[in-house]
């Protein structure tokens, strides 16, 4: 199951991303339920959690705003129009899956994002990931408020 949900995770970037890139073209056409369809038909062998995947993606959507808002003040020298789409994706999924109610532990989160990253982000993406994860698992999960990014929380 791990490995399959770890799949399920890059279906869901490649859907959130592809999204949010035609989005930003003003393609009227780009519909979050065609891609996601597509997106899970081309592992339709291989995939078996598709309600994962599909809670994932309409998840992020539905709460992009509240998630960007959490980003912005950890990580203060990247507005988010500057950070990479695909790193912007990325941690909204580790994010979402940080604060919403599912069976998914902070540092699985946090590691399947850093994975991510190093999988389809630039050289620095998974470093960048983890800082901001790892300053958001602490400020949010434990409490903290000490705003230092140093610690590593990657498994």
Do not use: C
């Not at 279906?11 to 597509?38: G, H, K, P, V």
């Not at 980003?71 to 994010?95: E, G, K, N, V, Y």
């Not at 604060?99 to 982000?121: Q, R, Y």
């Amino acid at each position: 199951m791990a490995s399959n949900r770890h799949l399920g995770r890059i279906i869901a970037l490649q859907t959130l991303y592809e999204f949010e890139f035609r989005q930003a073209l003003a393609d009227a056409s780009a519909d979050l339920d065609e891609i996601l369809n597509r997106n899970l038909e081309r592992y339709d062998e291989t995939i078996e959690d598709k309600k994962f995947v599909t809670q994932i993606v309409h998840g992020v959507e539905k709460e992009k705003d509240r998630l960007d808002a959490i980003i912005q003040p950890i990580a203060p020298d990247w507005p988010l129009s500057q950070i990479a789409r695909i790193d912007l994706a990325t941690l909204r999924i580790a994010l979402y899956e940080l604060t919403s109610d599912n069976e998914v532990p902070p540092k699985v989160a946090i590691n399947e994002a850093v994975e991510l990253a190093k999988a389809f982000g630039s050289d620095n993406s998974s470093k960048f990931i983890n800082g901001v994860l790892g300053t958001a698992y602490r400020t949010i999960l434990e409490g903290k408020t000490d705003g230092s990014s140093n610690a590593s929380t990657e498994v």
